[in-house]
């Protein structure tokens, strides 16, 4: 097992020093027939930089690195990489490595074979291209693999293989679309963390697709999250999940998701009060003025994650409503709670050291009010 | 105590092998018999090995040309159907064009079609064009015929390819052709072996136009010429044998050589 302790422990395995790259996309648009795969998105990447592109399936994320890759052309927009536009490049001269969902490995030839690939291509001389290859494969620990075949090896050592062939030529920028996907769930987190680190630690420019979000949330610096081919924010993991842009967002980000609640805006003797109908939320003066100013019309969306929510028997000074248990859920080192109250639904994550009454028991809730979203149910943008 | 079941194998195996392997039996025996061990009764081992009978047709009359015939037609249609069905395969397999779906279809109706609907037609079109009588006539026609199974099989290869590791190659540096010879072709490798050796097979014992479009030993094959050889006065049924045999050992050859490639191309898939 290698020791990670030191700061640049895998740059002195290599013997050739490794590029940055900026990466900036602008106006990017992308059609199949008529659906618009990637609808006018801009976004920069900064040297080093490892940049997630996160969303549900079919929301562009894809189409949007395969452009930056060459493998797809936009049919509108620009794509730079350290501010030579890239558009009319193909693949081979974008000086960028992929590293594909299937790893994409090519079986007919050996571990050695398929890291010495990129090599050959560039008329590298034998002798750098082995000892390249070997740096490589010590790296990524698969030195003793080098004569297999890629069907012989397991998910995870496919996987590493894939990475150092995207290593081994010395890239600008490593494209990644869902590399871990195909992973066993331990394996998996056990990757995202050597993944991270190995980016870290080598400072390649990084733009990483994935639809897991807690897979953005840990490897990301920042998390582009997307949504029918546009970008809907672009931020740090923490802000992402802190202070969600808009209510698509908001309900991606975080497991279980935000709870969200419609209620209408009401003016009482210059107070602002939330009206959900089953509970009413007072806003102190200054979050109403903003709410109030900010909202298209009266209807707005409450939103609270369930991991800020405090169940309690008696109602405290927290305690906005009341709900029924519907169902516990122990996960071991929490609890999710299902409460059923008014037409809703909500899930509330609490520790285990919390007492939570029996199914069918009413029971208090209640969320801090810095913890507390309020989103326009018409443009479904944050207000606060 | 008998195993009935067993017992039972054996004999169906054994019935089933009689009935495709005594005919070559009887083909390869009749081969070195004299006339008179043809005519005077059944003989299942003849009393010598009489070479004459494969030697004096192919060496003393045209049939040596007629097996060269052969040989040039189904070689020269493994160089020709190849390229470009490799090619075509890979068109119809990975890029989207106008009526690409109907192409195919048209394709390979081509092989669908009964050969003989189009005999009288390619008859009066190759005397118009010189053609009639000419191996490269023969080239033409049975392309048409072998150019369309080609694609056909090797799409469904290429399909089986995942495109990721094609445009892996494209990120890795390589262009198109590269790509091509680097990783598809050899990935393709087991299935242009078989593609190779059913057209060979098709073309070798294709008759029908061979026997009616060619006339003469520069262009005839072996399969035409078998078919004229009836039509002699007296029928020599031990040369006929012989050239059978003739006929059909570079096909054996060539299976044999390439079974391996077969078995695996049969159990295609495991690309992965």
Redesign the interface.
Known sequence: MADFSEESFFKKLLSYPLEMSKVKVVNLVKKFDKTVAVNGISFNVKDGEFIVLLGPSGCGKTTTLRCI???ETPDEGEIYIDDRMVNDL???DRD???V???Y?????MTVYGNLA??LK??KYPKQEIDKRVREVAKLLRIEELLDRKP?QLSGGQQQRVALG?ALV?NPRVWLMDEPLSNLDAKLRVYMRAELKKLQKDLKITTIYVTHDQAEAMAMADRVAVMNKGKILQYDEPRHVYERPANLFVAGFIGSPPMNFIKASIIEKDSRIILDAGFFQYELEKDLGEVVKKGASGSEVIIGFRPEHIALSKEKDANSVFQADVYVIEPMGSRIVVDLKAGEYLLKAVTPPTVEIPPSGQKVWVGFPVEQLHVFDAKTEKALI | MVNWEKTASIILVGLMLIFTLFPLYWLIVTSFKTRLEVIGGVVFIPHQLNWMNYYRPLFEDVYGAYLRNSFILSIAEIALCLPPGILAAYAFSRLKFKADNHFLFWFLTNRMAPPAAFLIPYWVLYTYLNLFDTIYGLIIINSIGNLPFVIWVLKGFIDAI?G??E?????????FW?MLR??LL??LRPAIAVCSLFVFIFTWNEMLFASLLTTSPAAMPLTGGLLHYMSQIWVNWSEIAALSVVANLPVIIVIYFLQKHIATALTFG???
């Open positions: 890759a060459g493998l193909p693949p081979k960028i490595a992929m594909f969902q299937s994409a490995l090519y079986p007919h690939f990129p291509m560039r069907r062939r030529r | 995942p990721d590791i445009e892996a190659a494209y990120i890795d540096g390589y262009t590269q680097k990783i050899p990935l495991a690309v992965r």
